[in-house]
């Protein structure tokens, strides 16, 4: 699927629909103030570790590394795609305490390296509706959680149809199980949930 929408990692066609357009714009800068918050009221005297899930194209990286202290971050950067995790380290150079990698969230995140309760700080911004098991991935993601730690999540159900209406290849989204409630994923404003270890 990642081939047939960024053949050899384009993101041509893609990244407007996570950085520019109108419902893009809203959620990122939604997701900055509420993220730059969340540091400014991180502990002072530690490093904030993030760890950011499926960036993909990287709208919500632009949208939140202005916002975070970079004499105090760990930024950590990872898609399942290495063309988008290459992308993103040549992209972000000027944030020195950004990193990426590569990671499968369905998969044991241990086993890949990711240090089990150790991020202050999981994002994930339209990538977990795309997982086999929403349950088991979002479990995942807690474990890599440090005490006290928050996992800042969005799923827009409009970015994910919008993406589908501009290939041919992607028939409608299916109204299946392994995908959030729909009411989760219409795009409507709710307060910021954190899901706390």
Known sequence: MLTL?????????????????????YYNVLARH??????DTADRGRTLRVLEVGGGTGGLTSAVLPVLP??????????ISPAFVQSAVEGYQRYEFVTGRTLDIEGDLAAQGIELGS??????????????????????????LAP???LAMMES???????????????????EPRYLPSYLLRGRISMPVQVKR
């Open 70 to 79: 970079a004499d105090r971050c760990e930024y950590v950067f990872t898609d």
């Open 5 to 25: 929408l960024f053949p050899e990692g384009a993101k041509d066609e893609t990244e407007p629909i996570y950085q520019s357009s109108p419902i893009a714009r």
């Open 157 to 175: 159900r409009i970015a994910l149809e919008a993406l589908a209406s501009r290939t041919s290849a992607i028939s409608p989204l299916p109204e």
């Open 34 to 39: 509420v993220i730059g918050r969340l540091a």
């Open 148 to 150: 006290g730690g928050v």
């Open 119 to 144: 991020f202050d700080l999981v994002l994930a911004s339209d990538v977990v509706h795309a997982t086999a098991d929403v349950k088991r991935t979002l479990l995942h993601l807690r474990e890599v």
